[in-house]
């Protein structure tokens, strides 16, 4: 059964850096793309960057030069660090990923809150 499981969560001061990972497990065969989505109260779940597996990687505009994503194949893992956070930045971050296990899906992750307040 494969789990996707987050951590690297917290409450930062507007301008700081958070890193968050995402290790998937369970009968995995193989990982395509791998991405962070964000859900902040009241509102929807959006994109905020994929990477495939062959490492094209695409971002929401509004965090491109401040957020970088990245993967580790071997460790099945995918990471998100987070510089020059923003209040508008706060969100439960969510990890997705299509993976082939004895058939093809989605799977997401049970989210971890990003908090950036002073």
């Known amino acids: 059964q494969v789990q996707l499981v987050e951590s690297g969560g917290g409450l930062v001061q507007p301008g700081g850096s958070l890193r968050l990972s995402c290790a998937a497990s369970?009968?995995?065969?193989?990982?395509?793309?791998m991405g962070w989505y964000r859900q902040a109260a009241g509102k929807q779940r959006e994109p905020v960057a994929t990477i495939s597996r062959g490492g094209t990687i695409n971002y929401r505009v509004s965090v491109k030069g401040r957020f970088t994503i990245s993967r580790d194949n071997a460790k099945n893992t995918v990471y998100l660090q987070m510089n020059s956070l923003k209040p508008e930045d706060t969100a439960a971050y969510y990890c997705?990923?299509?993976?082939?296990?004895?058939?093809?899906?989605?799977?997401w992750g049970q989210g971890t809150q990003v908090t950036v307040s002073s």
């Open positions: 997705n990923a299509d993976i082939r296990t004895t058939s093809r899906s989605w799977y």
């Open positions: 369970g009968g995995i065969f193989e990982i395509y793309t």
